[in-house]
């Protein structure tokens, strides 16, 4: 009694490699097997591609709000201070600031003195907004003291002032030239409220790798900017760290506890939740229009196929004649579709991997070409395009791109399988 050859036995192998070297006259069917291995390489290279410019942009994004920025901001409702008026400001910073710091997950607790005034050097002016902070607390903002993007000596930040490098450029300064700082809330008079103007020395400049922050911030001495915006003895806000900022709003309840009946607070969640939902969105969005682009690419997987088969039904009968089995024929022909997925996959992955890794050449060449221009840190926020090369990403490409090639190779090999000896051989 004959044996019945395993699935995929090496003469199917040997009959699907043969089918694939198409013959001259067979050159239609060769064609369509480079177009159907070139789309597939292309449309998986641009899924990775995607999906890794993606993730560094949202890293990127994410890293720079939280490096450079308070993870939670304490502040308290108003109130009617002791002359009066109406205050917002915060008259027991330093016991408040220590049982928020006392809050399991809490890494730092820092009062702040905020303000929103004019810096001048000589003709140029920019809107900025001041941090009064202590240096110490300074040092904690990773993104602000990195020493890679920094300029100056921090240790002299209480002889002066910090200054985003986008304030720089816009005043035309360095380390040791001076700026005023113009506030319109100085002193009321008998005449009106004349400004409050002083001179600081340039001590410190950093780049937060986001162009809003560089561009209008500006670190003052906590007690240099008490008694420049006339918060004697108060803060403005509590700036809260935290171990863990993606689980922040578990630690809002304890924080708004300890800070007290009054307090309100508000998390980087809060302040930038709606642009990384819409970030999420605009992933999911792009996942599928690029998987239809890896669909259509290896639909033509399907046309070569569909000719092959034709061209192939006088080998087919007789292989069938021969006593070759429908599940032999229809492995046959499902080698040769996925064989031409399986290698563009592959050759996709390389290529998208490449990108990812080369990006920052890659687009520096785009650049040049283009005259320059091309990113504009003012409208994206951040000053390059970043791209994070990810397992996950690479794997659900890889998944999408087979899963794909495979499923489509069923319907034409199934419709080999089937096919008819006697029908196919009757006119040759």
């Known amino acids: 009694m004959a044996q019945t050859p395993p699935p995929f036995a090496p003469f199917e192998w040997m009959i699907a490699w043969r089918y694939l070297r198409a013959k ?30 993606r993730a560094g942009f949202r890293s990127e994004f994410v890293d720079t709000i939280l490096g450079a920025n308070a993870h939670v901001t304490v502040y308290q ?3 009617i201070d002791d002359s009066g008026r109406p205050a917002r400001t915060i008259a027991d910073y330093t016991a408040m600031a220590e049982r928020i710091a006392a809050v399991p997950g809490v890494t730092r607790a820092a009062p702040l003195v905020k303000g929103q005034v004019m810096a001048n050097s000589g003709d140029y002016n920019a809107g900025v907004e001041v941090f009064g902070i202590t240096e110490t607390d300074l040092r904690g903002l ?9 300029y100056g000596d921090l240790a002299r930040f209480g002889d002066g002032i910090a200054i985003g490098s986008g304030v720089a450029r816009e005043l035309g300064v360095g380390i040791g030239d001076k700026v005023k700082i113009i506030s319109p809330n100085g002193v009321k008079t008998a005449f009106g409220t004349s400004p409050r103007i002083k001179a600081y020395e340039v001590t410190y400049i950093f780049s937060a790798g986001r162009y809003d922050i560089d561009r209008t911030r500006v670190y003052m001495p906590f007690a240099e900017a008490q008694l420049f915006f006339n918060r004697d003895g108060v803060a403005d806000e509590i700036e809260v760290m935290v171990a863990d900022p993606d689980r922040v709003d578990a630690l809002a309840g304890p924080i708004m506890t300890a800070a007290g009946d009054r307090a309100l607070i508000w998390t980087w969640k809060d302040a ?14 792009m996942f599928v229009i690029l998987s239809v682009l890896v669909m259509i690419a290896t639909m033509n997987i399907v046309s070569g196929l569909i000719m092959l088969v034709k061209n ?34 592959a050759f996709g992955v390389i290529l998208g991997c490449l990108f990812a890794i080369y990006i920052d050449q890659i687009f520096a060449a785009v650049n040049f070409v283009s005259g320059g221009g091309v990113w504009d840190p003012s409208i994206r926020g951040i000053y390059y395009l970043p791209a994070k090369l990810q397992a996950g990403d690479v794997l659900s490409a890889v998944l999408l791109s087979l899963g794909l090639s495979f499923v489509v190779t069923l319907f034409p090999a199934r419709r080999a399988a089937r096919m008819n000896p006697v029908e196919a051989l009757r006119y040759e």
């Open 312 to 345: 192939k039904g006088r080998d087919i009968g007789i292989l069938r004649t021969m006593g070759l089995s429908e599940g032999s024929v229809l492995r046959v022909f499902f080698i040769c579709g996925s064989v031409t997925g399986l290698i563009g996959t």
């Open 77 to 79: 409702t108003t109130a």
């Open 142 to 150: 990773r993104r602000i003291v990195d020493p890679d993007t920094a």
């Open 24 to 53: 001259r006259a067979e050159g239609g069917v060769s064609v369509m097997t480079w177009i159907s291995l070139i789309g597939i390489t292309l449309a998986v290279m641009a899924l990775i591609a995607t999906l890794s410019v």
């Open 272 to 285: 930038s939740g709606g642009f990384l939902r819409a970030l999420d969105v605009e992933d999911n969005v």
